[in-house]
Nanobody, 121 residues
Framework: QVHLVESGGGLVQAGGSLRLSCAASGSILSINAMGWYRQAPGKERELVAAITSGGRTNYADSVKGRFTISRDNDKNTVYLQMNSLKPEDTAVYYC???????????????WGQGTQVTVSS
C-alpha cells in the first residue's frame, strides 16, 4: 500500500508565500512523475505543476514565475514553493504521483488527501 501525505497549507495574505510538501511512503519501487493539482469551490481540479523523475517541470500559465516545483528522490518527496500568492490561488491542493510498486506491475496513480490553501486579500 502506498500513501501520500501532504503538509504546509494554511492561511496567508496576498503577496505572501507558502511551501507545500508531499511525502510518499509504503511499497514503492519507483516514482515517475509527481505533481500538484488544485480545486477551488465550484471548479474542476486543475494541474498546477508537475515534475518528472529527471527533473523536467511543467506549470500552469497562471502560476508561472510565482510557483516552483521540486523533488527529493531520496526522500520520495515533492515540494511546491508558492510565492506572490493571490486570492485566486485559494483552493485545496492535492499531491499526485505515478508509482510502480513492484517489478512487472503497471504504474498506478496515487493522490494525497489534500491541503487547504487560503489567500486573503
Amino acid at each position: 500500500q502506498v500513501h501520500l501525505v501532504e503538509s504546509g497549507g494554511g492561511l496567508v495574505q496576498a503577496g505572501g508565500s507558502l511551501r507545500l510538501s508531499c511525502a510518499a511512503s509504503g511499497s514503492i519501487l519507483s516514482i515517475n512523475a509527481m505533481g500538484w493539482y488544485r480545486q477551488a469551490p465550484g471548479k474542476e481540479r486543475e494541474l498546477v505543476a508537475a515534475i518528472t523523475s529527471g527533473g523536467r517541470t511543467n506549470y500552469a500559465d497562471s502560476v508561472k514565475g510565482r510557483f516552483t516545483i521540486s523533488r527529493d528522490n531520496d526522500k520520495n518527496t515533492v515540494y511546491l514553493q508558492m510565492n506572490s500568492l493571490k486570492p485566486e490561488d485559494t483552493a485545496v491542493y492535492y499531491c499526485n504521483a505515478a508509482i510502480t510498486e513492484m517489478v512487472f506491475t503497471p504504474v498506478s496513480d496515487y493522490w494525497g488527501q489534500g491541503t487547504q490553501v487560503t489567500v486573503s486579500s
